[in-house]
């Protein structure tokens, strides 16, 4: 009927707008703190240790990837514990079902491993940012293409800080975050190259998998801080 069509239109404008704002955020949130935690396989109270540690510094952005039972859950716990500024993204998103999931638990954004068009087909749809996964030119240019608003250059420790200037050469407007092997001690060589932001791991949530205190996850994010600070655009 034409009301169902007026209300589908409906929809699709208000998820594009959501879209918008999702996407705007996302790249500020980025640009400021040039990097992203993945804060994969942690239990529950380790990982709001840290997500609040890492509020304390000023980041307002975390990444949970879906690799375990309790991370679409725990999505849903930081969305409801931490300010509302801050950007909580469901990783290692596969298909378009792992991304319904998220959104279902409040994920801001999805990140997925590589090129995915039925995930950023969905993320368009609902409001979703998205960042997507990608390593050769022909990938790169196909999650533009299929409306990526950040390419992941995955593995990037394999290919070094020099690919991501060299990706510029064909590619000058991409937005590229280096994830993969990435610490403090090559964040630097990565920023420097051109890549908008990195993505960090291990190297920051090993040590909060031990402890609970913040005093020392907050002397441990500060020597990363440090680091990544002396980057900043």
Not at 76 to 87: C, G, Q, S
Not at 195 to 209: C, E, L, W
């Amino acid at each position: 009927s034409a009301e169902s069509r007026d209300d589908a239109r409906t929809r699709c404008a208000t998820s594009m707008g959501v879209r918008t704002l999702m996407r705007a955020h996302l790249e500020r949130v980025l640009l400021e703190a040039r990097f992203m935690p993945i804060l994969r396989g942690m239990e529950d109270e380790p990982l709001m240790a840290l997500s609040l540690s890492l509020v304390r510094f000023g980041v307002r952005i975390v990444e949970i990837p879906l690799s375990s039972n309790r991370a679409t859950s725990q999505v849903a716990e930081l969305k409801r514990a931490l300010p509302a500024d801050v950007m909580v993204g469901a990783g290692t998103v596969l298909d378009e079902r792992q991304a319904a999931e998220a959104h279902s638990a409040g994920a801001d954004f999805v990140v997925t491993p590589h090129v995915a068009p039925d995930v950023a087909n969905y993320a368009e749809r609902h409001g979703l940012a998205i960042i997507s996964g990608a390593m050769t030119p022909t990938e790169v240019h196909q999650a533009r293409e299929a409306g990526a608003d950040f390419v992941k250059i995955f593995p990037a420790s394999t290919v070094g800080a020099s690919y991501i200037s060299a990706l510029l050469g064909p590619f000058p407007s991409l937005r590229a975050i280096a994830v993969g092997g990435v610490g403090p001690e090559n964040a630097g060589a990565f920023l420097d190259a051109g890549a908008v932001a990195v993505g960090i791991g291990g190297a920051i949530s090993r040590r909060a998998k031990t402890t609970t205190e913040p005093e020392t996850i907050d002397e441990h994010l500060e020597a990363i801080m440090a680091s990544l600070r002396r980057h900043q655009p």
